[in-house]
């Protein structure tokens, strides 16, 4: 199994490295043809907005929303939690609606107000959060599964092979969330 | 419990602008431009580095009616800049609630001798380094992202090539010497050794690297990248060219495929005229930015 990780901006590097830590074949990916070429994907932390232009841009949007739609599986961290949902509140982005949830953008406020704390995941346990301008899951639809809360909002939801996490497990050295989503997609 | 204003979080908001283009912007309209065209984070300034230039005078932190206008225009990060050394301007940006300071020498320097103390803050800051010592020693201070300074309202990329290569030179030299020698490179560049020894353990700067000072064309935001920058500064060069908006979507597509010469063609046709620039050779010492704070 190859899985991708989207490097048109944002902290793809180090997704890639908990993958290379892990053990995992992967590959960084910019094009629609590379796209095709993994077995699923990691959308990175990053700017949203900028990333939804990139993928409009350079034609990966329809290509990812086709692949998605036969089940190919995405995890999403943070701008990529916002790029997977259905309904983005504020619209700006759109979301590619590949999972059934809605997000709210820079939830918590600015970045005085990002923060770290202490999660206890399903089946993961303790885990180092690390909250950065960072969105909320403010719906979730039927058939989703919530694995993690801060203050009673979602911050890591499940739906068929989709992840959303809201926060960055790729900036500690811990990877047993990307262990957890390659254990999901078996 | 959950912690605000660590380094983590600091750090890890550079982090997420990776791969990305910081536009300077000095009015909503031109913040919405740059939003529009895939700015990872706008700076909010006053005057754009040309301007500071031409005009003159001493050069200040932004207006906050200015910054705030800004703040509620996009929803990117928002950057200002503030004098080097003076705290308040660096108070006053932090209780406007931006996201990230750049405690820069293109406005005038109010110490003659330190910077701000940046641990004091909860906001991240972004320091800019012409070598090694310098980026250190800001790292020192509790920045938390560093840029080349280059020279910064010229268009002319040649500083900012002669700062990163330096700066990547100094870092494999780090990484090759054996620990007795870094004590004297340590006294040699006036970099504090903790942090030489934090560069050789993790065989890299430890926070974010971007470009900045004189990037004015896509193929200028390529080379940066390609010499190992994590991202690019873009000041005078979008809103002092004839089309901007073209511009900064190009720029923004080149730091992606910086890699990619075919797309790098494509992106950089028809964008009309760049900005003029001034080659940097030609400035006099006094007119130099990049040797204000060391």
């Known amino acids: 199994m190859i899985v991708g990780v989207l490097g048109l901006q944002g902290d793809f590097r180090e997704h890639l490295q908990a993958l290379e830590r892990m053990g995992v074949e992967r590959r960084d990916v910019r094009t629609p043809e590379a796209l095709q070429e993994v077995d699923a994907l990691i959308i990175p932390g990053g700017e949203s907005t900028t990333l939804s232009k990139l993928m409009n841009m350079y034609g990966l949007t329809p290509v990812l929303q086709k692949q998605a739609r036969k089940g190919f599986p995405v995890y999403g961290t943070c701008a990529g939690a916002i790029l997977i949902a259905k309904e983005v509140e504020d619209g700006k982005p759109q979301g590619l609606g590949l999972m059934d949830i809605t997000v709210a953008r820079n939830a918590y406020g600015r970045q005085l107000d990002s923060f770290e704390t202490d999660l206890n995941i399903k089946t993961i346990g303790k885990f180092h959060g690390i909250f950065i301008r960072a969105p909320k899951i403010t719906r979730c639809g039927s058939g989703t599964e919530i694995l993690a809360e801060q203050d009673g909002d979602p911050v890591l939801v499940r739906q068929g092979a989709m992840l959303a996490g809201t926060f960055h497990p790729e900036l500690t050295h811990d990877s047993r969330v990307h262990e957890y989503f390659l254990r999901m997609i078996g | 419990m959950a912690e605000r204003g660590t380094f983590k979080v600091k750090s890890g908001l550079a982090e997420m602008l990776k791969g990305g283009v910081i536009m ?251 900005m003029k620039g001034r080659e940097a050779k030609s400035l006099e010492p006094q007119e130099l930015l990049q040797t204000r704070g060391h």
Not at chain 2, 68 to 91: D, L, N, S, W
Not at chain 2, 262 to 274: C, R, T, V
């Open chain 2, 24 to 274: 300077d912007v000095t009015n909503a309209e031109q913040a919405r431009i740059a939003e529009e065209a895939g700015a990872v984070a706008v700076m909010a300034l006053e005057r754009v580095p040309a301007d500071i230039r031409v005009q003159g005078g001493v050069a200040r932190m932004s207006d906050p009616t200015k910054v705030k206008e800004i703040m509620e225009t996009v929803t990117i990060p928002v950057m200002a800049k503030c004098r080097i050394g003076h705290f308040v301007e660096a108070q006053i940006l932090e209780a406007l609630g931006v996201d990230y300071i750049d405690e820069s020498e293109v406005l005038t320097p109010a110490d003659p001798e330190n910077h701000v103390d940046k641990f004091k803050f909860s906001v991240p800051f972004v320091c800019g380094a012409r070598d090694l010592g310098e980026a250190t020693r800001r790292l020192a201070e509790g920045a938390a992202m560093i840029r080349t300074k280059g020279e910064a309202g010229t268009g002319d990329v040649i500083e900012a090539v002669r700062h990163i290569r330096l700066i990547n030179k100094q870092i494999r030299q780090v990484i090759s010497s054996p620990e007795d020698e870094l004590v004297r490179l340590s006294k040699e560049w006036g970099a504090p050794l903790e942090i030489l020894k934090l560069i050789q353990a993790e065989g890299k700067l430890p926070v974010v690297n971007f470009a900045a000072g004189g990037l004015a064309t896509p193929a200028d935001a390529a080379l940066m990248m390609q010499l190992g920058c994590d991202g690019v500064f873009v000041g005078s060069g979008i809103f002092k060219s004839d089309k901007p908006d073209r511009r900064a979507r190009a720029i923004v597509q080149a730091v992606t495929y910086f890699n990619d010469a075919a797309k790098l063609a494509e992106i950089s046709e028809g964008l009309g005229e760049p």
